[in-house]
């Protein structure tokens, strides 16, 4: 960086841009596995998740004069690679330098009487399981997970860090930058959440969900299609069984009733043939091309990699891995990270 009179020249945001533009397509070539924080639009963060991580940070004194410094680091696409991995998040952030600098961030799990506190207080309060399938909390849950030091999200002194810069604060605009990443990340893959904090989001879906049932299953006396169709979902999206449940006041049927035929007509009986050849093939293609980037990702991949890497919806890819990881064919090496089965 050149200097006039003791200050740095200053660099425009365009040139900022184009100089991390340049940099990222060098890393690719080099590592096609790279993950880029990229905005759509000047907001950081635009879900519930990625808003409430960057509040969080934002709202401690530790932190609130100092975070701000990473913000348009995100912005202009400084964060070159970002990857969340179990209590640990690296990246590489372009600064001043021709080479960008290495961040590490080390965050300590939830304590485990925080994490039971916080699913007794979700039982029952799910008033929804149709907001829970679009990856909504209702309102009453917000206070409980984001209450300070006993919540859902880190305090100060469980975020640890450290940047290759020679920057001498404690936090510089490479951390800063890199916190403020996750808030976006999230917004793409809100479990890796639950894997940075090292936690199973199945706990606190699968006991929230299955009081929220048998509730609506006590109120119904029987099991509506829409009971039904939400379990469905709810499976799909993120591989949870809820099972079958003895629920007072439900009579199960032993034999699956018959469907109604008319007179001298014969009960026409689907096949994998009748379904549409377009159809076919789109499901087809989808898990084969899932499959083609877990075979060639030999040290593992994470859901927001392959939603990233595939280009498709994060329901399908969730979808046809909860099928791969079903059939044995994927198995799982950490928290969220996903390798073909040996």
């Known amino acids: 960086m050149s200097y006039y009179y003791g200050f740095p020249q200053y660099i425009s945001v365009g040139e900022k841009k184009a100089k991390a533009e340049r940099k990222l397509k060098q890393l690719k070539k080099k590592n096609p596995d790279i993950q880029p924080i990229v905005l759509e639009g000047s907001a950081i963060a635009k879900t519930w998740w990625g ?22 680091y995100v912005r202009h696409g400084a964060v070159l690679d970002l990857k969340i991995k179990p209590g640990q998040v690296e990246a590489l952030v372009q600064g001043s330098r021709s080479n960008p600098y290495s961040v590490k961030i080390s965050i300590e799990p939830i304590p485990k009487k925080n994490w039971d506190d916080i699913k007794q ?18 309102k009453t849950l917000g206070a409980v997970f984001t209450q300070e030091g006993d ?10 860090f450290q940047c290759s810069c020679p920057d001498w604060a ?14 976006a990340r999230l917004d793409q893959d809100p479990n ?32 509506t299609s829409r009971v039904i169709e939400d379990e469905s979902a709810l499976s799909d999206m993120f591989g949870i069984d809820l099972g079958e449940e003895d629920t007072p006041g439900i009579v199960k049927d032993s034999a699956p009733k018959k469907k109604k035929t008319v007179p001298g007509k014969k009960a026409i009986r689907k ?19 899932i499959e083609k980037i877990i075979r060639s990702h030999k040290k593992g991949i994470s859901i927001s990699e392959l939603i990233e890497t595939s280009g498709m919806e994060a329901k399908k890819v969730r979808n046809i891995m909860f099928q791969l990881k079903k059939l044995k064919k994927i198995e799982s090496i950490a928290r969220g990270i996903y390798q073909w089965a040996k």
């Open 51 to 72: 808003k409430e991580w960057n509040k969080n940070l934002e709202r401690y004194a530790d932190y609130s004069n100092r975070i701000g410094r990473g913000r348009s």
């Open 121 to 138: 207080s979700c039982k029952g309060k799910m008033d929804s399981l149709k907001k829970l399938i679009a990856g909504e909390f209702p």
């Open 151 to 160: 919540g859902l999200f880190p305090v100060p002194k469980e975020i640890h």
């Open 170 to 183: 404690s936090m510089c605009k490479h951390v800063a930058a890199t916190l403020y990443g996750v808030g």
């Open 192 to 223: 890796l959440f639950f894997v940075l904090r090292k936690v199973d989001i199945n706990d606190l879906i699968t006991e929230t969900v299955k009081e929220s049932k048998k509730d609506l299953l006590s109120k119904a006396k029987k099991k």
């Open 271 to 289: 096949t994998v043939s009748d379904i549409p050849e377009k159809r076919k093939n789109s499901k087809l293609i989808g898990s084969a091309k």
